[in-house]
Nanobody, 123 residues
Framework: QMQLVESGGGLVQAGGSLRLSCAAS????????MCWFCQAPGKERDVVVA????????TYADSVKGRFTISRDNAKNTLYLQMNSLKPEDTAVYYC????????????????WGQGTQVTVSS
């Protein structure tokens, strides 16, 4: 079992930055592929970016390339998402997720989820 707890969301003006964190329980964090998803109001949950235990990164959302950076600290059992140059369209609830094995763009294939953290970007 793994428990995930996100933090770091909030209200920020367009052009600003936020750093999301996802704290994971358990002793095998480095074995898990981790991912950030987002769900905007009235929309389905979408994959954003994923990172393997070894550090390999897959960015699924073209809209965040060059602005968002995923990272992980396996010693601290923590996943991060550095969000720069935020835009109003980035407004969403951001979720972290974990799975054993490679990355996947399909949320049904991720085994563990956090409760989400709200990011609101004002214009």
């Amino acid at each position: 079992q793994m428990q995930l707890v996100e933090s770091g969301g909030g209200l920020v003006q367009a052009g600003g930055s936020l750093r999301l964190s996802c704290a994971a329980s358990g002793r095998t964090f480095s074995s898990y592929t981790m991912c950030w998803f987002c769900q905007a109001p009235g929309k389905e949950r979408d994959v954003v970016v994923a990172i393997l235990g070894s550090g390999g990164i897959t960015t699924y959302a073209d809209s965040v390339k060059g602005r968002f950076t995923i990272s992980r600290d396996n010693a601290k059992n923590t996943l991060y998402l550095q969000m720069n140059s935020l835009k109003p369209e980035d407004t969403a609830v951001y979720y972290c997720a974990a799975r054993i094995g490679g990355s996947s763009r399909y949320d049904s294939t991720w085994n563990y989820w956090g409760q989400g953290t709200q990011v609101t970007v004002s214009s």
